[in-house]
């Protein structure tokens, strides 16, 4: 019986754990024993009072009791009723904290305790706390569930990011559609101008051969006029006797 208790210690303290025969005439193992200094003798002993030998049992793999080790150092599951209340009663000081999305990682000090608690929290609500006498366990703690949070939030970052990207998106097709706009009312516009421009331009040509040919007609009547101008001063000139002079 005292030596199943010594096992019983030994698998609670995070040792390994062994199963061995152990005859009525061994002595006791003492708690510290290690699986080296147990009794080796794997041949059959006489049992004095039942005349049967006994038999040595396999060697089995003990379940650690410590839930979680970071480096090396024991990290404990935290009650979270316990965490809450003494967050309530601000008797945690806050000496790390990380955040992304709806997740938030703090690491927390109890001073009147030198205790240690890593929490984290999804939307304002406590989720996982953790407890550690060490601050070098109590860091390692911190990181993992900020490597938990931080994959956690993946999800939401890239949504984050797609929502961005999307919206960055319609605002480029959006400005390219105005461009396109204006750039066909330009176009629009210009063609517009072509066309009175070159009705104005036909306009002006048919003007200009208008007006060349009053101008012609003009030019034709002058001549007549001056014509008949020279020919009724030639008439009159004739008619006006010629006087020498003595």
């Known amino acids: 019986m005292k030596t199943f208790l010594n096992r019983r210690n030994a698998v609670l303290s995070g040792g390994p754990s062994h199963l061995v025969a152990v005859s009525r005439n061994a002595h006791p193992v003492s708690a510290g024993t290690g699986p080296s200094e ?6 059959p002993h006489d049992d004095a009072e039942s005349g049967s030998a006994s038999r040595a049992v396999p060697t089995l793999r003990a379940v650690p009791v410590v839930p979680s080790q970071f480096n ?10 316990a965490v809450e209340a003494l967050a309530a009663a601000k008797e945690l000081a806050t000496f790390r904290v990380f955040r992304s999305f709806g997740y938030t990682v703090s690491l927390f000090f109890h001073a009147p305790s030198l205790s240690y608690y890593v929490a984290l929290h999804q939307d304002g609500m406590l989720w996982r706390a953790l407890k550690a006498n060490d601050v070098d366990a ?6 993992h569930l900020e490597e938990q949070a ?16 999307n919206e960055q998106l319609l605002r480029q097709v959006e400005e390219s559609e105005a461009l396109a706009e204006r750039l066909r009312a330009n176009l629009q516009r210009h063609a517009e101008q072509e066309h009175r421009v070159t009705g104005r331009q036909n306009q002006t ?15 034709a009547q002058l001549n007549k006029a001056h014509r008949a101008i020279h020919q009724l001063s030639m008439t009159t000139s004739e008619g006006v006797p010629h006087l020498s002079g003595h």
Not at 138 to 143: D, M, Q, T
Not at 205 to 219: G, H
């Open 38 to 43: 147990l009794p080796a003798d794997d041949t």
């Open 138 to 143: 109590a860091g390692a703690a911190f990181h």
């Open 205 to 219: 040509r048919k003007e200009v051969a208008q007006l060349e040919a009053q101008r012609m007609a003009a030019q």
């Open 150 to 165: 931080t994959r956690l939030a993946d999800g939401e970052t890239r949504r984050a990011q797609l929502v961005a990207q």
């Open 72 to 81: 090396g150092r024991p990290v404990q599951i935290a009650d979270g009723t």
